[in-house]
């Protein structure tokens, strides 16, 4: 079945220093989703990905979805310590309407 | 709009005895999601329906674990009987399928069976 790889499990950062996480699909994608949840919260939807290549900003958040479909990034430049949480990937084939999430990156930022 | 209401927030129950979570989807959402999150299988899809029908359910643990979707506006996971190892968040959360499927989130029940 469809597997969502996510990588690394956990990042310890300076604050103001960069962060990445990665995403990888066994399975090309329809679109691909990220989403963030805060210490002790629920996961909330950042931003969806749908075309071959895309790239998209939120202020300090870059986010990348691969040529084949199949892989995804998020890029937070300047980290500040409301980026504190967990960040998720969810991948949707586009046989059906199953999204499957990531198992996140947390991030810690470090004062 | 009130968002995915989840009930109860917290529950704290003996190991044997009957759980059921209760989820009011946001309305006018099509689609309904069961997630249970736990530190070391992180967020897993349980089941989810669309327009009230189990889709799939190929992520039900075990039979100890069944979900309802009687009407748009209710859906139910429950677990009979409950073990140590149920302990854990579950996370109901709704979409709208033409919105591109962007997920809300309920705040979750925590549950620990003892």
């Known amino acids: 079945g469809q597997q969502v790889m996510q990588i690394p499990q956990y990042q310890h950062v300076q604050e103001g220093e960069d962060f990445t996480t990665y995403c990888n699909s066994s399975?090309?994608?329809?679109?691909i989703q990220w989403y963030k949840q805060r210490p002790g919260g629920h996961p909330v939807f950042l931003i969806q990905?749908?075309?071959?290549?895309e790239v998209k900003k939120q202020k300090r958040l870059t986010f990348q979805f691969g040529e084949a479909k199949k892989n995804s990034s998020l890029h937070i430049t300047a980290t500040q310590t409301t980026d504190v949480g967990t960040y998720f990937c969810?991948?949707?084939?586009?046989?059906?309407?199953?999204?499957?999430f990531g198992k996140g990156t947390r991030l810690h930022i470090l004062p | 709009d009130a968002g995915v209401i989840q009930s109860p927030r917290h529950e704290v129950t003996e190991m044997g005895q009957e759980v059921t979570l209760r989820c009011k989807p946001i309305?006018?959402?099509?689609?309904l999601f069961w997630y249970r999150q736990t530190m070391m299988r992180g967020l897993e899809l349980l089941i989810y329906?669309?327009?009230?029908?189990?889709?799939?359910d190929s992520g039900m643990p075990e039979d100890r674990f069944s979900a309802k979707m009687p009407n748009a506006s209710f859906s139910t996971l429950k677990i009979q009987p409950s073990e140590p190892r149920d302990s854990a968040v579950y996370f109901c959360?709704?979409?709208?399928?033409?919105?591109?499927?962007?997920?809300?989130f309920g705040e979750g029940s925590w549950l620990t069976v003892v």
């Open positions: 959360a709704s979409s709208f399928l033409r919105s591109g499927n962007t997920i809300y």
């Open positions: 399975t090309t994608l329809s679109n």
């Open positions: 990905l749908v075309k071959s290549g």
């Open positions: 969810a991948g949707k084939e586009n046989r059906d309407d199953k999204i499957i």
């Open positions: 309305s006018g959402h099509n689609s």
């Open positions: 329906f669309n327009n009230n029908v189990p889709i799939d």
